[in-house]
């Protein structure tokens, strides 16, 4: 996994991103989310609470666990999985430049990628192709409102359906119709209030869902 998203994160956001890359891209991937206005690192952890359901817990994964961002010493934006009721030791994911932006995307991406690519047999691949031309096509974006720290936040919620035009579509179940949805605001700490991966009927076999919503910013250094 930290491989993975560290690939990930310099292939579509270190290097700027795609060149023509639209409105979607720039939604999902914006850059400077981890800086003060200044342009300097902020000294702020943020802890994501995540939320897992359908075919991969079946199997035994975890349904529910944290994943916290912070700053190292050297200002890197260091991202750790903590075990679910903070049980065992965290697992440290990867360090990132925090110019890079809110590398939490990448994580989302990348852990719903590995869940479609176990329960589907696709290629994990041919899958992470079809997501990166998606994120350089139209999106859903909508109005919304999200709760952080009991202020409701206006913010704008984009919504992609990776796999909704691919042949292979039919032998994917309830995950060809799949929406990967982010809901963001620069008044959000890090821009990511929630970042979602959900098949729209929860009741029907197959369904999937994947959240990670932002819980806390704390203070790292007062």
């Known amino acids: 996994m930290p491989r993975k998203v560290a690939a990930l994160l310099i292939a579509l956001a270190v290097a700027g991103g795609p060149a023509g890359a639209g409105e979607t891209y720039d939604l999902m991937f914006r850059e400077g989310t981890l800086s003060t206005a200044s342009g300097v690192p902020y000294a702020v952890t943020l ?15 975890a349904p529910a666990y ?11 934006a260091v ?7 903070d049980a065992g030791p965290p697992r440290r994911l990867g360090a990132f430049p925090t110019g890079a932006g809110n590398p939490v995307i990448m994580y989302f991406l990348e852990s719903t990628l590995r869940d479609v690519a176990s329960v589907t047999g696709s290629s994990p691949f041919y ?8 994120l350089l096509g139209p999106a859903d974006i909508t109005a919304a409102t999200i709760d952080f720290g009991g202020t409701p936040i206006q913010a704008q919620q984009v919504t992609i359906h990776p ?7 039919s032998r994917m ?50």
């Open 47 to 61: 802890t994501y609470d995540v939320e897992v359901a359908g075919p991969t817990v079946e199997r035994g994964a």
């Open 66 to 76: 944290r994943v916290a961002l912070s700053a190292d010493a050297e200002g890197s």
């Open 79 to 85: 991202l750790t999985q903590l075990q679910q009721g």
């Open 127 to 134: 899958l992470r192709n079809r997501i990166k031309e998606a």
């Open 163 to 169: 796999f909704a035009e691919i042949p292979e579509k």
């Open 173 to 222: 179940g309830a995950l060809g119709d799949l929406a990967l949805s982010v809901v963001v605001a620069d008044a959000v700490p890090g821009w990511y209030g929630q970042l979602a991966a959900r098949t729209p009927d929860a009741t029907a076999p197959g369904a999937y869902a994947h959240v990670l919503t932002l819980t806390d910013a704390t203070e790292a250094h007062p």
